[in-house]
């Protein structure tokens, strides 16, 4: 059998379909790849794209956040002005947050919120060579920042951590993040936040040990999880 072919790809690159063998099959993910109109594979990421006879794949493994639109992260506030709090996404990212961003906010009424708090926002504009801009205005919803009941909102009180980033981001998949949480809510009551910048909050009377089972669930395979979950039923506070 023919050895298969990889290459690195960087962000941007573009592979025509016509120098494929024909008869391949595409495995792709849309968050990885676009189909251009003149046949081509345009990369998102950088990965590996690799074929032999049977099919074609671009795999990556990221380490490090790039942020899209309307994702939703966990941020922590590093500053502020009289206009904007400066919010930390991790590895070095710093976007904006206007004060008035919150559903309800005046200039009169609006958070106060203190520097080294977390916020659970969305990314509502990129820019390469200067801040990006967050909102934690929910356009699903009209609750009012007050209520406490938005879900872009300060953060208050709970367990924050850090993540592998391809297990995160599969947490807010339609069939991986209902499973899992829904497996563990059989045993305890939680509020959770998953940021697509790798970080989960979690908040409840057995936070810290939901957080170790997302921990070593991490590298499983989501049958693996349910069943290490149900294995520490017992522990749970109920």
């Known amino acids: 059998m023919q050895s298969a072919l990889v290459y690195i790809t960087l962000p941007g690159e573009r592979i025509p379909l016509k120098s494929l063998v024909i008869g391949n099959t595409i495995k792709t993910n849309k968050q990885d790849v676009n189909i251009t109109k003149s046949l081509e594979i345009e990369t998102k990421h950088a990965g590996w794209f690799w074929i032999d006879q049977q099919k074609i794949a671009i795999c990556h493994n990221p ?5 899209e639109i309307e994702d939703y992260v966990i941020v922590q ?91 995160v981001q599969s947490l807010l998949s339609s069939q991986t993040k209902p499973e899992l949480f829904k497996e563990i809510s059989k045993h305890s009551s939680f509020e959770v936040c998953v940021g697509k910048n790798g970080r989960i909050w979690i908040k409840g009377n057995d936070a810290v040990l939901i957080i170790n089972l997302l921990k070593r669930c991490a590298p499983l395979q989501l049958e693996q999880q349910l069943n290490l979950i149900n294995k520490f039923a017992s522990q749970f506070q109920q």
């Open 77 to 167: 506030v590093t500053g502020k002005n009289s206009e904007y709090y400066f919010c930390d996404l991790g590895n070095g990212l710093i976007y904006n947050l206007n004060q008035m961003d919150f559903e309800g906010a005046t200039k009169k009424n609006k958070p106060n919120i203190q520097i080294g708090q977390f916020l659970y926002a969305r990314v509502i504009e990129l820019n390469h060579y200067l801040k990006g801009k967050l909102s934690c205005i929910n356009p699903q919803s009209k609750k009012e920042w007050t209520t406490g009941e938005n879900l872009f909102r300060e953060l208050i009180g709970g367990v924050i951590v850090d993540l592998p980033l391809n297990f």
């Open 63 to 67: 380490i490090y956040y790039t942020p």
